[in-house]
């Protein structure tokens, strides 16, 4: 499966747990995305990673929220301390990287998500 | 901001026509449309630039009016298969990052 793979699929953690989601890109993708979403609500961003770098984080709570995307291995998202408000599914989407001025924006590829219920 | 789609539900019989509206208060660089199934992850459709394309995906085509800062996702002849939430994502300028709008709840009866 070359799409993008997220683990784990179901995490459950008691309250001041911290939390780790990984995402590995799809195959020849630089450009990582978190998102989360509530039930029945829309995806909401959480941050942008290139490789060894974060590009914009303007959607990622200022406390107990961080993620990395390190030259190797899957990116993660790491969620200290964590509070029932964190329960959420948690989606990463890859991107290649932009081919220069002649390419137009690339979509978004999601995995399947990682669903955290904090008791 | 976030976008604002409308309706927020429809349910159609099959073979029925829909439009989905994603509107902006900011100008926009591109719009990107995915459909969610429940418990599901969000698949890609198609992406919209500024300039007014339309474009197509078997019986699903968008519009993208840069003037009015909106994008219509236009679903004909649908089938079952086309139930789910539709999202839009919109991008402000050239940066990667999506703000999604809440969805469009479709549901497709026999």
């Known amino acids: 499966n070359a799409g993008v793979m997220q683990n784990p699929r179901h995490l459950v953690r008691r309250r001041g747990q911290e939390a780790r989601l990984r995402c590995s890109p799809m195959?020849?993708?630089?450009?990582v995305y978190w998102y989360r979403q509530l039930p029945e609500e829309g995806l909401k961003f959480m941050v942008y990673?290139?490789?060894?770098?974060?590009?914009?984080e303007s959607g990622m709570p200022k406390e107990r929220f961080s993620a990395e995307f390190p030259k190797e291995g899957p990116s993660i998202l790491r969620i200290q301390q964590v509070v029932r408000g964190d329960s959420a599914a948690y989606f990463c989407?890859?991107?290649?990287?932009?081919?220069?001025?002649?390419?137009?924006?690339?979509?978004?590829?999601f995995g399947d998500g990682t669903r955290l219920s904090i008791l | 901001q976030q976008p604002v789609q409308s309706p927020q539900a429809v349910i159609l019989r099959e073979g029925e026509d829909a439009v989905i509206n994603c509107s902006s208060s900011?100008?926009?660089?591109?719009v990107h449309w995915y459909r969610q199934k429940h418990g599901e992850a969000p698949v890609f459709l198609m992406i919209?630039?500024?300039?007014?394309e339309q474009k197509g995906h078997e019986k699903i085509s968008a519009s993208f009016n840069e003037k009015k800062q909106q994008s219509s996702l236009y679903l004909t002849a649908s089938q079952l298969s086309y139930s789910g939430t539709y999202f839009c994502?919109?991008?402000?300028?050239?940066?990667?990052?999506?703000?999604f709008g809440q969805g469009t709840t479709l549901q497709v009866k026999p």
């Open positions: 994502g919109t991008e402000a300028s050239n940066t990667g990052k999506l703000i």
């Open positions: 989407a890859s991107s290649p990287a932009s081919l220069g001025a002649g390419d137009r924006n690339q979509p978004q590829h």
């Open positions: 919209l630039l500024k300039g007014g």
């Open positions: 900011k100008a926009l660089y591109s």
């Open positions: 195959k020849g993708h630089s450009h």
């Open positions: 990673l290139q490789k060894e770098n974060i590009i914009d």
